[in-house]
Structures are given as structure tokens and as C-alpha cells.
């Protein structure tokens, strides 16, 4: 009983056989497939000889032509011709023909045309490709030597029986050349095709290593990145970001959608709006640096910052984005942890100064309680207490966010004039040079306490960051309804990294750092709240070197 499935293999492997391309069979199985149709049509016409024409069997010639034939398949089966010279199978037609011609001289009174056969080796010769003018040459010769053997044989011929059969060789002819045409035309295909499939191999082995290479890349960064195409689905995400979408995931939901994700504010318990979750903005062809949100919920919860770039096709098309996650949450609890840190300490700092600020005041009341210079030290006490006062001030109003002001009508021009005045014996000892450029009066509605603190810190700025001298040159203007005033110097300059974070808290470049200039980094970003809340604004340029320019924008 056969196997299950048993023909049906074999059969596949027959067919995978025959399916497969010549030149990828062995030469000895490529030499037989070439001399196998020749076989075939022998064997067919020595059936056919047997049923209709016993007695043709008994003729010499006929037997030699089977025999030869036999022979030569059997020589293709048996040689070795990986280990003889290339070219010599090229024998085998050579031999055909003499085959044949026997066979035709022995058979013709049966079967006639077996000289038509001869067209197999013919084919064969002008197929292989090799000595292609001795293969036409040959295409004719061995024709031509069948059709004149017989005459050659009994001697006795005319010239026309030497032209008559000409037809015939010269047909091979034809046959042969049509075929070392298309042969040639095939062999250059097939280089052609070789080559190409040469530099596909190599450029999929090169696509390849730049796979691994970015899979290894993807993996070792220590950050969560995924790539969404146009229609927002995923397309790649390495294992921080497969982790970071399961802490999103809720608990009850599978497969949730991107507005069902865990996603937050920075209060940590506001849902983020579809809208404006970074993935969603992503898909939406959005770039963005550093969105703050929190994900997962309890105390898994983490702090993310996300960044997206969007990637165009050739044509200048979205074609999707790539999101980057950075896990924050330590540095979003440092900062908390330094921002409490500072309001604690400011109120504890507030009330023994307010303190000794009253005592201090009540002692000074007393016209006769003191000399002239017990009343001068107390004065310099008085005056370094309230500046700790307002430093711890500062502190707290930055760490609120809001700054109180009292607008009222004052003269702008007055208020840089006397903050210059005020500057004069630092700048004066620094040696910096004070231009003032500023109308006799140019009144606005403003806070004059609070825009006195601008003044005093953008001037007290230019003459820090002057260290080796230079000039310092205030400007004062109105233009249509606003009031303007600019403070430029030619000190130290900024880089522009410096230049994108001057406003923020507590930041110093990092050569003033490790200069001798004081300073804790909250005058920039205290100057740029109180103008903000008098509905203005506050820009700077910058260059290494050459020096800064600060420009105030208010509503007069």
C-alpha cells in the first residue's frame, strides 16, 4: 500500500526537475538533456521500423545508426565531462551526424527524411554558444556530407545529383545561424540579467547590515522611539517604547486606541486631549521638541518628554513621523524637589528679615540714640537686609509665577536716567563708558518700582558681562503706542545655545560660571515676568565677542 501524499511528492520533485533553469543543471545532466530529444526521436522511428518494416532491422547501416546512438547516450551518462576540457562534449553532434547518415543510408527505403534529424545536432552545435562561425560552418558540412555519402559511396555521380540536394544544407544553414542569433541574444540577456542580479544581491546584502544595523542602533538607545507612516500606524518601535506602550495601556483594555491611552498633563491627573497627545500630533505632520506628559497611572506613573520630525517622500508628500520618548521623571522630581526647596527656605528667610528690618527702622527713628557713625553702620545694615529681602522676594515670585504690579503714570525717561546714576560708580570703576539716549520726559502707564528693577538689572548686566571695559549705551523711545528701550553693550556676547535659554531660571553661561561674576541667574528671568505682565516684551541679540543688546516693548 503506498504512502499517503508519496506520488505527490515525487511528482513535485519532477516538476521542480524539469522546472528548473538549464545552466543551473550539472554539464554531465546538461549533456544529456541535449542529446535526450535525439534519443527520443530514435527510439520513436525504431518502433515504427519494427511494426512496419521488420526487414530494415537486418540492414548493416540501420543497425550501426542504433547502435551508435545507443552509445553515444550512454557516453553522455557515463563521462565525467566536469573534469574533461570544456568544449569537448561538442563530439557528441559531431558524432550524431556520422550517426545519422547511416541511418539514413540504411533506412531510407523504410523511413524516409531521417536526414531531417540531423537539424537536432545542428541545433545543439549553434545552442552551446562556443566557436560560433565552426558550429554554421559545420551546419552545413555535415548536411551536405549525409545527402553526398551515398553518392560518394558508389562512385558514380553527376553534377547534378551533387546540386540537387543543396536545399537541405543550406536550410541547416539558416537553422544554425537563426539560432547562434538567438542564442547570443540570450547569452547577453542572461549576463545582463546575472549582473542585476548580482547588484540586487549585493544591495539586499547592504539593505541587510543596515537593518541589523539600525535594529542594534534602535535597541541600545536609551530613549523610546516608534515611526508611524502617513495613516498612523505603527511601522517601528524598539523595546523602551513597547514598554512605554504598556504602562499607557489600561488595565481593562486589550488593544486600546491612542485616546484611550494613559496619557496626561503635567498635573498628572488631566487626560491629554486626542488632539494633542504627541503621536496623534505626529500622524498629523506636527514637529515638535520636548511635549512634557505623564504616563501610566499609580505610583508607576512616568514623566515623558516627546519629540517628533516628520519624513517626506521624493515628491515632497508626508509619509509619516517618527516620536521620540524621553523618560524625565527623576529630573521633573528634582526640580520640584529644588522648587520647594527654594519657596521653603524664601519664607523662612522673610520673616526674621522683615524683623530686623522693623527693629532696624525703629532704631534709626530715634534722632538722639545714635552717632553719625553708628547711624552709617546701621544704614549699610539696613540696606544689604533689604536687598536679601528682595532677593528672597525674587525667589518666591519666581517660584509662583506671578508678579504683582501697580501701574501708574510715570516719566520712563526719569526712571533710566536715575538707574544710570545709580550704576555710575560701578561702571565708572569697571571702566565702562554710559551713553544715554533718552527724551526730556516720555510718560507711560506703568509700575515704576517694578520697571526700575528691569532697569537696574539689564544695566547691571551689561557692566558685569564687560569685565575688560567697552561702552554701555541706553536708548529710550516711543513708537506708535508703545514705549521701547534698548540696553546695549560691547561685552562678552553670547552663544546662541546661551542666547535660547538667557530667560531661563537660574541658568549662567558656562564661562561666566566659572568666572568670578556673581549673580544666581534670576534677573533675566524675573525682568522678562514683570514685563509680560505689564503686556509687553523682551528680546535680546547676541554675538560672541562683540556683545548683547537688550530690547524692552511695552504698551505706553
Not at 557515463?78 to 557528441?92: E, K, M, Q, T
Not at 505682565?533 to 530690547?551: D, M, V
Amino acid at each position: 500500500m503506498k504512502r499517503p501524499g508519496f506520488w505527490d511528492l515525487d511528482n513535485g520533485r519532477r516538476l521542480l526537475f524539469f522546472r528548473r533553469s538549464f545552466h543551473e543543471h550539472t554539464l554531465r545532466m546538461r549533456v544529456v538533456l541535449s542529446q535526450l530529444p535525439l534519443s527520443i526521436t530514435v527510439c520513436i522511428a525504431a518502433v515504427l521500423v519494427l511494426l512496419f518494416f521488420p526487414e530494415t532491422l537486418a540492414n548493416p547501416l540501420f543497425q550501426i545508426f542504433l547502435l551508435s546512438q545507443a552509445a553515444l547516450m550512454g557516453i553522455c551518462l557515463a563521462v565525467p565531462w566536469h573534469r574533461l576540457p570544456f568544449p569537448s562534449f561538442l563530439a557528441i553532434p559531431v558524432l550524431d551526424m556520422v550517426s545519422i547518415a547511416f541511418g539514413r543510408e540504411g533506412g531510407q527505403e523504410s523511413l524516409t527524411g531521417l536526414s531531417v534529424l540531423v537539424v537536432l545536432p545542428v541545433f545543439w552545435l549553434c545552442a552551446s554558444g562556443l566557436y560560433p562561425r565552426t558550429a554554421i560552418l559545420l551546419s552545413f558540412l555535415g548536411p551536405l556530407g549525409i545527402v553526398w555519402a551515398p553518392w560518394f559511396i558508389k562512385g558514380s555521380f553527376t553534377a547534378q545529383d551533387l546540386t540537387r540536394p543543396f536545399l537541405f544544407p543550406i536550410l541547416m544553414v539558416g537553422i544554425g545561424v537563426s539560432v547562434s542569433v538567438m542564442t547570443l541574444s540570450m547569452v547577453r540577456q542572461q549576463r545582463a540579467l546575472e549582473a542585476k542580479d548580482a547588484a540586487l544581491k549585493a544591495a539586499f546584502d547592504t539593505s541587510k547590515r543596515q537593518e541589523r544595523l539600525l535594529n542594534t542602533v534602535m535597541e541600545a538607545l536609551p530613549l523610546g522611539v516608534v515611526a508611524v507612516d502617513g495613516g498612523g500606524h505603527d511601522i517601528l518601535m524598539n523595546h523602551r517604547q513597547r514598554r512605554t506602550h504598556r504602562l499607557a495601556t489600561p488595565a481593562d483594555i486589550a488593544d486600546p486606541n491612542e485616546s484611550q491611552l494613559l496619557v496626561f498633563e503635567e498635573d498628572r491627573t488631566t487626560p491629554v486631549p486626542a488632539e494633542r497627545r504627541p503621536v496623534r500630533r505626529a500622524v498629523l505632520g506636527e514637529q515638535f521638541t520636548d511635549q512634557l506628559v505623564w504616563i501610566g497611572s499609580g505610583p508607576e506613573q512616568r514623566a515623558f518628554t516627546a519629540s517628533a520630525q516628520p519624513m517626506f517622500d521624493d515628491d515632497n508628500t508626508f509619509a509619516g513621523s517618527v516620536v521620540v520618548f524621553s523618560d524625565v521623571t527623576e529630573l521633573v522630581n528634582a526640580l520640584a524637589a529644588k522648587d520647594d526647596f527654594v519657596s521653603n527656605v524664601s519664607h523662612e528667610f522673610r520673616t526674621p528679615l522683615t524683623s530686623i528690618l522693623g527693629y532696624l527702622e525703629l532704631i534709626l527713628d530715634e534722632p538722639d540714640g545714635l552717632d553719625s557713625t553708628a547711624r552709617t553702620h546701621l544704614g549699610v545694615v539696613q540696606r544689604n537686609a533689604e536687598r536679601l529681602l528682595a532677593l528672597v522676594s525674587d525667589l518666591l515670585s519666581v517660584r509662583s509665577g506671578h508678579v504683582i504690579i501697580r501701574p501708574q503714570a510715570v516719566d520712563v525717561a526719569e526712571l533710566v536716567r536715575a538707574s544710570v546714576a545709580s550704576a555710575g560708580p560701578r561702571a565708572a570703576q569697571a571702566g565702562i563708558r554710559f551713553s544715554v539716549d533718552a527724551p526730556d520726559s516720555l510718560e507711560a502707564h506703568v509700575d515704576a518700582s517694578r520697571m526700575s528693577q528691569v532697569l537696574d538689572n539689564l544695566i547691571s548686566n551689561a557692566i558685569k558681562y564687560s569685565p575688560d571695559g567697552g561702552d554701555v549705551t541706553v536708548t529710550v523711545w516711543q513708537e506708535d503706542s508703545e514705549v521701547l528701550c534698548r540696553v546695549a553693550d560691547t561685552g562678552m556676547g553670547m552663544t546662541e545655545d546661551e542666547q535660547d535659554q538667557a530667560f531661563a531660571k537660574f541658568f549662567r553661561a558656562r564661562s561666566v560660571r566659572n568666572s568670578t561674576i556673581p549673580g544666581i541667574g534670576l534677573g533675566l528671568p524675573i525682568s522678562k515676568a514683570i514685563v509680560e505682565a505689564h503686556g509687553g516684551s523682551i528680546t535680546l541679540r547676541s554675538t560672541p565677542g562683540e556683545g548683547t543688546s537688550f530690547t524692552v516693548r511695552m504698551p505706553a
